[in-house]
């Protein structure tokens, strides 16, 4: 054999090898779809957010890499119908509606849902029927709780949507709508650290009283990939000992 064939050779073996590398990287590597809702996942937080620390860990734990792609909520959600490449999305709260479509992860952890208002106009509430006739805003996509959706199904809520939190606090501030359904600790860190909203944070509120908490999931596709996907997850998770339901946590 030449030299110039041996080197040939030589940089085609050297190829292969590194494409063989690759595909076995790549059989290592999950794909999830998220959104911006910190501090629990953001393409900017350290780790990529508390949701996404503790789904990295599991999957780690597991022999697996994670990677998360940041898209709008319903775009997020949508994802995992349309590329299979991504297998699931998360957070999520838990929904039967969503059972249907999804594979839900064991929990592995929780997100208070309750009601922000302006300090000028306090909301005066007991029950859910007791926000009848408010301009309610709900981000577009979110599950809520079972009563608050329920409440929106039969018309009691009339929801007044918006694509973000963000949009729907910034319509709190302005007087648009009259209280909006967030995770205190959403509202909370975008109060501190959103300068849109940082200037209106001392008008507006959230009282220590919530429609309910949720359990975090992660929701994979209903196929057997999704299947294989959330037994591992599961199983990382019970290894690094997260998990347990959301009483267990208050």
């Keep these: 054999m030449s030299v110039g064939r041996f080197k040939i050779f030589i940089t085609i073996f050297i190829l292969l090898l590194g494409l063989k590398a690759g595909s076995a990287d ?64 998360f957070p999520e709260y838990y929904s039967p509606q969503r059972a249907e479509k999804f594979i839900f992860s064991k929990s592995y952890g929780c997100s208070s849902v309750s009601l922000l208002e302006h300090v000028k106009s ?68 975008l109060a501190a650290t959103d300068q849109d909203i940082k200037k209106y944070s001392d008008t507006m509120e959230i009282k220590p009283r919530a429609f309910g908490v949720n359990e975090l999931y992660v929701a994979f596709r209903k196929d057997e990939q999704g299947r294989y996907f959330s037994r591992i997850l599961n199983e990382g998770l019970r290894k690094i000992g997260v998990g347990g339901s959301c009483d267990q946590h208050n």
């Excluded at 734990?61 to 299979?84: C, Q, T």
């Design 26 to 89: 790549a059989d290592n590597v999950v794909y999830l779809s998220s959104l911006e809702w910190p501090p629990y996942v953001g393409k900017r937080l350290p780790e990529n957010g508390s949701s996404a620390e503790i789904v990295r860990k599991a999957f780690a734990a597991m022999g697996y890499e994670l990677k998360i792609l940041f898209l709008p909520w319903k775009r997020s959600m949508h994802m995992v119908e349309v590329d299979f490449q991504v297998v699931g999305y």
């Design 122 to 189: 306090p909301v005066d509430w007991d029950t859910v029927d007791d926000l009848a006739g408010l301009r309610v805003g709900f981000v577009s996509g979110y599950v809520n709780t079972p009563e608050l959706d329920a409440a929106i199904a039969n018309g009691t809520v009339r929801p007044n949507y918006a694509p973000t939190d963000k949009n729907n606090i910034l319509k709190v501030a302005k007087g648009r709508i009259d209280c909006a359904v967030v995770d205190p600790l959403v509202y909370s860190y």
